[in-house]
C-alpha cells in the first residue's frame, strides 16, 4: 500500500479494535467451518462403506432442507415437463 500511516488514522482506536474482534471472530468461524465439513466427509465416507449411495444421500438431505410444498410443487412441474418430452 501507498501509505499506511495514512491508513492508520482513518480508524481510531476504538474502531481498529472492533475491526480486529470482527475479523478474528470471522477466522475462527472459518476454522470451525472446515472442521464441521470435515466431519461432514467422514460421515457420508461411513455411510458409503455401509452400501449407501452418497449422491442419494446429498440429494435428501438438500430435499429435506426445502419446505415440503414448494418441494411437491418443483416435483409436478418436473414431472409436467418429464411428460411432456416423453419422459416419463
Known sequence: ????SANIDVLNSAAQGQLKSII???ERLEV???????Q?????????GNGFDVKILRKVVRLRKQDRAKRQEEEAILD????ALGEI
Request: aromatic letters at 8%.
Open 40 to 48: 461432514i466427509k467422514e460421515v457420508f465416507a461411513e455411510a458409503k
Open 32 to 38: 470451525e467451518k472446515a472442521e464441521v465439513a470435515e
Open 1 to 4: 500500500m501507498a501509505d499506511d
Open 24 to 26: 478474528e471472530r470471522i
Open 80 to 83: 409436467l415437463y418429464l411428460a
